[in-house]
């Protein structure tokens, strides 16, 4: 027990000298003992699946935590932030709390004393007064140079120090029983470190503390976002640590600059506002008690599709997603004063297609529309009349234009107008015949969004009808993965976007895309409907292709290559056996040229087979709208070679990839600091 060591420990100081008889902790020993005080680390205790696992500080969060500590803040209740500044370490409480999401307190521990554990032989820290019971006894064998010490833990386990190289942990084989034994050195021995330098502890690095811009990541369907089932902020916390590594592989000249420092990634849940509104015990009276996992699964996950296709729980989910970045982005500020980086955002799945509805909702420019004077609006009025007016003369109705002006009717009213509202404003059944015809065959068309004065509106009347908040920012970046968008729209009746339409408060979208993903559609066809070309093929990071596709690509280019030569000779030689019969007069008055002919005409026939792949390569740059400010939109992932052997195998991971992509994160990390004029050190080939 804690007493019996004490006695031990007081018994073993009182046969050394006087002088060094209690020295405080920390301090050194007389010279003769060889003793330095154990440097702690702090660690906090991570509970995944019921298991317990500690886990260390980085260095920075720890020395922090030390000098908290150490300066007597332990006695007060002291925060010190840690792990960039997204969880507090109440120090007072040795708790571990999240900033920004909703978890569970974890226990934090100032750690100095190790034991190995039973199952997976990761080294578990001792309590902290147990641990200064244990140092000090290491400190009287160290200073008298007498081990074999033998101390109970709290839990009447044996822990023995046979040399500073030696010290085992002996758990009891059974407790005391009617006769009082007590526990032996019997049972298998666990191995004592002393110091977190001995246990070979992966020490994270620390972050950056300057933040350069910050990014709200949006999930998709039920609560799960990967092949592993873990959740948002799990997948988010590796897209985090694949940037940082990402940024020191091709940043690393801005960073010794110290241009840069990173980008925070913050996850933003809606799933379990969503169900936390009864629906999940509605839904339950109404399961079917067979295959009651699957159900369960459909209920919890699916139908999150179905749910944002509702009216209803569409109103629920949009307000939760805009008003939680709202909340993240006030708190961000709050906590971080001096940032003055963007904002961008990005959502993967149905998360995408709900950041797409926000976004096409907002208002362009809220602060200058309050702001405005009379005088824009009556431009604006102005420009949407005309429009009208040239829509009455295509439809040979000019006479009208005095009675639309009057209602200050401008071409988005013009396609609300009914039958009803044509004929209030006195328009004979004629014209207003001919009038709901042009709206009716525009709608047909279906082009997507109308030119924009003020907010945009649908000409799909499918779409859900919801009152879609308004953000406090305006995105720089909108980033979807694995994104339904293009499917969604197409679904609602639409056929084309406008190439000059661009969402009102986000000038940068990317559709970022796994080739085998099954949930994923392109957008740049319905911008440009009538001409077929590929997406963009995202670099790879390393700086290539993967070999599997340029073998591919080198097979094709070869077998193309092989087919022109042949062709090229098969004409060659037709053409000279055909020329070969001509009459022999004029063979021989035009003699000399003919030797030259073949010769000349070869010369064509083999440039014209030649440029074809030539022209492939150089193909002209596609004009796909203003939707990206231009740019392209689709940008493909390489598949991993494993992968091509089978895409059906691969359809799951290939829609659960992007939080571990190196690619997709490099992408984002380039796009985002190219707004500040940032590159990367090297530019990767193939990018734009």
Not at 33 to 42: L, R
Not at 226 to 234: N, P
Request: net charge negative; aromatic share 10%; glycine share 6%.
């Amino acid at each position: 027990n804690p007493r019996g060591v004490r006695r031990d420990i007081a018994m073993a100081t009182a046969e050394q000298p006087q002088p060094s008889r209690a020295p405080a902790e920390g301090a050194e020993p007389e010279p003769g003992g060889g003793y330095e005080p154990v440097v702690p680390h702090w660690f906090y205790c991570r509970v995944t699946d019921g298991r317990e696992r500690w886990v260390p500080f980085s260095s920075q969060d720890s020395e922090r935590l030390e000098e908290a500590f150490g300066s007597g803040s332990a006695q007060a209740d002291v925060v010190v932030p840690t792990s960039g500044g997204r969880y507090d370490v109440r120090l007072q409480q040795r708790q571990r709390v999240a900033v920004y999401w909703d978890e569970e307190a974890s226990e934090v521990r100032r750690c100095t004393w190790f034991y190995k554990g039973d199952k997976d032989n990761k080294y578990i820290p001792y309590s902290e007064t147990f641990s200064e019971e244990l140092e000090e006894a290491y400190r009287i064998a160290v200073t008298l140079d007498e081990w074999k010490k033998k101390l109970e833990s709290p839990s009447r386990e044996i822990i023995i120090l046979h040399n500073p190289k030696l010290m085992v942990h002996y758990q009891p084989v059974a407790t005391s029983d009617d006769w009082g034994s007590t526990p032996t050195e019997q049972g298998r021995p666990r191995t004592v470190k002393r110091g977190v330098e001995n246990i070979a502890a992966d020490i994270p690095n620390g972050e950056p503390l300057q933040i350069d811009h910050l990014v709200f990541v949006v999930h998709g369907i039920g609560p799960a976002c990967d092949i592993r089932f873990r959740s948002i902020v799990q997948c988010v916390n590796d897209f985090r640590n694949v940037s940082l590594s990402m940024l020191q592989a091709h940043f690393k000249k801005a960073q010794e600059q110290q241009q840069i420092g990173r980008v925070e990634f913050l996850p933003v849940n809606w799933h379990s506002s969503l169900h936390s509104t009864g629906v999940d015990v509605d839904l339950e009276r109404i399961t079917l008690p067979s295959i009651n996992r699957l159900r369960h699964f459909i209920n919890d996950t699916i139908l999150d599709v179905f749910f944002y296709n509702s009216s209803t729980y569409c109103q629920t989910i949009v307000d939760t997603v805009a008003s939680e970045m709202n909340r993240l982005y006030q708190l961000f500020l709050q906590r971080n004063p001096l940032f003055k980086g963007g904002v961008s955002i990005a959502g993967h799945s149905l998360g995408s297609l709900i950041l797409f509805d926000l976004l096409t909702n907002q208002k362009a420019a809220p602060e200058q529309d309050e702001q405005s004077t009379e005088e824009p609006r009556t431009t604006s009025s102005n420009r949407g009349m005309e429009e009208v007016k040239e829509v009455l003369k295509k439809l040979e109705l000019s006479e009208y234009c005095e009675v639309f002006e009057k209602e200050k009717m401008d071409r988005q009213a013009l396609f609300l107008c009914v039958q009803e509202n044509l004929k209030e404003m006195g328009i004979p059944l004629g014209p207003r015949m001919k009038l709901l015809n042009y709206i009716s065959s525009q709608k047909e068309m279906q082009v997507c969004f109308l030119g924009g004065l003020g907010p945009s509106i649908w000409v799909s009347l499918s779409q859900v009808s919801a009152n879609y908040p308004q953000l406090n920012y305006k995105p720089s970046i909108f980033f979807a993965f694995g994104s339904p968008i293009g499917m969604f729209l197409t679904v609602r009746g639409v056929k084309r976007i406008d190439p000059n339409y661009s969402l009102p408060t986000c000038k940068g979208f990317f559709n970022i895309f796994h080739p085998f993903d099954p949930v994923a559609y392109r957008i740049e066809p319905m911008i440009v409907p009538d001409v077929e070309f590929e997406p963009m093929l995202l670099p790879h990071h390393k700086g290539r292709k993967r070999m599997h596709l340029e073998l591919k690509e080198g097979l094709t280019r070869m077998s193309v290559d092989l087919k022109n030569n042949l062709l090229g000779s098969l004409r060659v030689a037709w053409q000279s056996f055909t020329r070969a019969s001509l009459p022999a007069l004029e063979a021989a008055s035009a003699d000399p040229e003919l030797e030259a002919e073949p010769g000349a005409e070869k010369q064509p026939d083999t440039k014209a087979d030649e440029p074809p792949p030539a022209v492939k390569e150089e193909t002209p740059p596609i004009n796909v709208g203003r939707l990206n400010g231009g740019n392209r939109i689709d940008y493909v992932l390489q598949e991993k070679p494993i992968e091509s052997f089978n895409e059906y195998l691969f359809a799951l991971q290939g829609h659960l990839c992007y939080w571990e992509s190196e690619d997709t994160v490099l992408l984002v990390l380039k796009e985002i600091y190219q707004t500040q004029g940032i590159t990367l050190d090297q530019p990767l080939p193939g990018s734009q």
